[in-house]
């Protein structure tokens, strides 16, 4: 066998660099033992992976590491996750519940659902009929926005339409419809009083700032992503022994060998979320500057060259009507040419005009590749455009991180696993802080003045989001029908978290008050299903289609009140050692 150009580079670079770094003669024995093996052709390619990874840490310095590199990373590891952890805990707890967005807008308008049902063998009025009613109400059609409507299914038995209209004064306004799927009559449903699913999911994209949130969590990604690694290196040479180490004869103890095991355990997630975070929030930055520097500032060619989809852009009009009863074989052809995959949406561009365009979103579920879109000229029925993000390595791959990043190629059990793991995620961040303030609390020359204020902003950030969070669901449930959820629900979350820390600000010792707060939050978080489970009791009859979307988020409120629990009973003081020793406080 002849050795590849990698066997060589690892074994003279990385053994000969390793061993000048650590002084090891055992690195110059594995070298020379490299050549003979490599010689021979004696060892597979895994085996001179692992060789290859295990020097190159050696290089690192991870299992020589001097204490004072030890103490560096240790102390950056602290410090980093202190400034990111009130922003890194409102994006895992709002993320972890936003793996069920669409289920909590179903849970939310569980008592105002129409009661109806839709089968496989259900006969639906045709899409046709639905954009034909939307055009009939007069309104005018911004020509770059779409008519979006979604089709009905089992989750949801309805047409669902989102579109944008221009009124006289060129303001435009956004509207959403909903439509029978027997009959066309328009429902009474407001959309927008169910806004708390889409509210999480906004809060964790970019906390809802105007501007420059995407960015923020962007670098709070990428901050998060080099405490990952801090973290690996700081357990790497007792990884083994440190993971089964847990001990309660010391608060300080316990709550640092119970980071240690969640960390480990919940390390490939935690690389996931950092790594396609950062990509997510910091591309439009990485695509500006590579677009200035080879594209000359023309994004839309950069886009073009990557091959990501574009949406139809209508620029000639024919000022003539459109045929939308066409759009019924565009739907038949679409189905004939992907029978394994379901219409999710169509959008509808210029439908008042002779060259509007379809575009027909299908999906397959349980799979890395999402949504295939074909694009159709309306009038004629004749197909213009397919895309399927797999013609393209960059968007191919942009789109299996955004699947692994959202858990959408599994079922509702792997959404329930992604958000076990961002609890164990929200649970390295509060012991770390704990770990943190409580050192900081023991030490007499620190700033009382400026630990306050860390302790009040920690607290009210960490164990008052999981208090925010839960208020926004009683709100969602409890408020009056004539509030407006869109301007309640904000307003909420950062009231929430002003009390929070005006609570953290004057509570002593820090341990004490985030107990506390994690008892209240877990309080709050079990009203809901409670509520749910006397109105069942009551006779309240849950429209049927939405029975598994009220049980599912019901069950992960229930999840996260036994998370806060568990919290509080496990590192309530005084801690008892296993032994039956009494416990030193810390």
């Known amino acids: 066998m002849v050795p590849s150009a990698y066997q060589f580079v690892s074994c003279y670079f990385f053994g000969g660099v390793a061993n000048r770094l650590g002084g090891r003669n055992d690195l110059v024995l594995w070298r020379r033992n490299k050549q003979t093996s490599m010689a021979k052709g004696r060892k597979t390619r ?23 590199t030890l103490k560096n990373l240790t102390h950056a590891h602290a410090w980093l996750g202190l400034i990111i952890s009130g922003v890194l805990m409102i994006v ?45 109400q007069g309104h005018t059609f911004p020509d770059d926005h779409g008519v979006f409507i979604e089709l009905p299914t089992k989750e949801q038995p309805y047409y669902v339409s989102y579109f944008e209209i221009e009124t006289p004064e060129g303001k435009h306004v956004d509207i959403e419809q909903s439509f029978d799927p027997y009959t066309g ?89 950092a790594l396609t975070g950062v990509m997510f929030n910091l591309s439009i930055i990485l695509q500006a500057g590579f677009g200035f520097a080879v594209f000359k500032g023309n994004i839309p060619a950069l886009m073009e060259t990557a091959d990501f989809y574009s949406p139809p852009r209508i620029t000639e009009l024919a000022n003539a009507p459109s045929d939308l009863a066409r759009i019924d074989d565009i739907m038949a052809d679409a189905k004939q040419r992907h029978p394994d995959k379901k219409v999710y ?181 079990i009203i809901n299903p409670i509520y749910d489970l006397v109105q069942w009791l009551s006779g309240h009859v849950t429209p049927h289609y939405l029975t598994a979307d009220v049980l599912l988020v019901n069950c992960a409120l229930l999840v996260v009140c036994g998370f806060c629990w568990l919290l509080v009973q496990h590192h309530r003081a005084p801690v008892q050692a296993f032994e039956g020793t009494p416990a030193t406080q810390s």
């Open 46 to 68: 895994l085996a001179y992976l692992i060789d290859f990874c295990r020097h190159f840490l050696y290089c690192c310095g991870a299992f020589g590491m001097k204490k004072t």
């Open 185 to 273: 009559e328009i429902l009474s449903l407001d959309q927008s009083n169910y806004y708390l699913g889409h509210m999480l999911y906004r809060m964790h994209l970019n906390l809802m700032f105007p501007t420059g949130g995407t960015e923020l969590v962007g670098i709070v990604s990428l901050l998060f992503f080099v405490m990952v690694l801090t973290g690996c290196l700081i357990v790497l040479k007792k990884i083994i022994s440190h993971y089964y180490q847990y001990r309660t004869s010391r608060n300080k103890d316990l709550y640092l060998d119970g980071h240690t095991m969640i960390g480990v355990s919940a390390l490939p997630f935690t690389f996931i979320y």
């Open 92 to 136: 895992f707890v709002c993320g972890s519940l936003s793996f069920f967005r669409e289920n909590i807008v179903l849970w939310d308008m569980q008592y105002d659902a129409p009661h109806t049902q839709v089968t496989e063998d259900s006969e639906l009025i045709p899409v046709s009929n639905i954009a034909k009613q939307i055009t009939a």
């Open 345 to 525: 949406f169509v959008n509808l561009f210029v439908p008042n005009d002779a060259n509007a365009q379809l575009e027909v979103a299908l999906t397959q579920p349980l799979s890395f590749e999402r949504v295939t879109r074909l694009t159709y000229q309306v009038n004629t029925a004749t197909l213009l455009q397919e895309y399927a993000p797999s013609q393209s390595a960059t968007a191919g791959t942009y789109d299996v991180l955004s699947t692994l990043h959202t858990a959408e190629f599994g079922s509702n059990i792997m959404k329930f696993v992604y958000f076990i793991l961002g609890l164990g995620c929200c649970y390295l961040i509060l012991t770390g802080n704990l770990i943190w303030i409580t050192k900081r609390e023991q030490q007499r020359q620190q700033s009382q003045r400026g630990l306050q204020f860390v302790k009040a902003m920690t607290l009210a950030l960490s164990s008052g989001t999981l208090i925010t969070v839960a208020s926004c669901f009683i709100a969602a449930r409890f408020a009056p029908q004539s509030w407006s959820q869109v301007s309640l629900q904000p307003s909420l979350f950062g009231i929430m978290i002003a009390l929070c820390l005006i609570y953290g600000w004057f509570s002593k010792p820090a341990r004490n008050a985030m107990m506390q707060q994690l008892s209240l939050a877990g309080l709050l978080f």
